[in-house]
């Protein structure tokens, strides 16, 4: 009998299938807005350090009350220096604003998705988003997929591109260090083709060279099913319509 699949073994067993969380530094996260009065609050840079697992190093930040918080660092940032959180801040790179007191065309990033979620979008390493334009709908922001979306303007971003940006030109050159990458985000490492297993081990497998199996699985698909193109709402190449 062969093996489960690896979506079945995620979390499961040995450290082999267990992320390394305990090396974590902290959540990234900005303050709660009710902390943050009217106007700008003054904070320091401490220091830049390194999370593994994470491609962008973190920032810890102190504001002038005492709380201390950690943060993604944009590129031009050093550690001693003075931002500015809030809606009077000025408009410089690694200070903290609302959407709404931004002008458009600025690049931006760890930007809010709901007011007070504390930053989910353009958080990785050398992304950046570009605030478009200030409507009656919303600000509208475009992501680092090209795609655009309207955001509640009293969300936060952070002014700049995240740092680290050059991080993948240099080649990894020893499957090692891919090892030891993909272990401290908690990817298991190496990964084999579904078509190249056996039947019992996954629904892809003993395919063949022209027994090209379906990809596609329903969004409820149990585990061990759910591979490949999940709730896909097509499957291939899109064709150009006819006229």
């Avoid at 009710?34 to 609050?41: F, M, N």
């Avoid at 830049?48 to 920032?59: D, K, N, S, V, W």
């Avoid at 931002?83 to 930007?111: F, R, S, Y």
């Avoid at 309207?150 to 090892?179: E, H």
Wanted: net charge positive; charged share 25%; glycine share 14%.
């Amino acid at each position: 009998m062969g093996k489960r699949i690896r979506v079945q073994r995620r979390g499961r067993g040995g450290p082999a299938y267990r992320a390394s969380t305990h090396k974590r530094i902290a959540p990234v996260q900005y303050p709660s807005p009710d902390k943050i009065q009217q106007g700008a609050v003054q904070a320091t840079i401490e220091t830049i350090i390194h999370e593994p697992g994470r491609g962008a190093p973190l920032t810890k930040i102190r504001l002038h009350t005492g709380q201390q918080y950690h943060s993604i660092a944009p590129e031009g940032i050093y550690e001693g220096q003075t931002i500015q959180i809030g809606d009077q801040a000025p408009v410089q790179i690694g200070n903290i604003l609302p959407l709404k007191k931004i002008p458009e065309g600025t690049m931006i990033c760890d930007i809010e998705l709901q007011v007070g979620d504390g930053g989910k979008i353009a958080r990785s390493s050398g992304t950046y988003a570009t605030l478009v334009s200030h409507t009656p709908q919303g600000t509208m922001i475009k992501f680092p997929s090209g795609k655009t979306k309207y955001i509640n303007p009293l969300c936060r971003a952070t002014i700049g591109i995240v740092s680290a940006a050059g991080r993948l030109d240099k080649p990894l050159l020893k499957a090692g260090k891919k090892y030891h990458l993909k272990k401290a985000k908690g990817h298991k490492y190496p990964r084999t083709r579904g078509r190249a297993m056996v039947a019992a081990v996954h629904p892809y497998g003993s395919s063949g060279k022209g027994g090209r199996k379906v990809t596609t699985v329903s969004r409820g698909a149990p585990p061990g099913q759910k591979v490949g193109l999940i709730a896909a709402r097509s499957a291939g190449r899109k064709r150009k319509k006819r006229r």
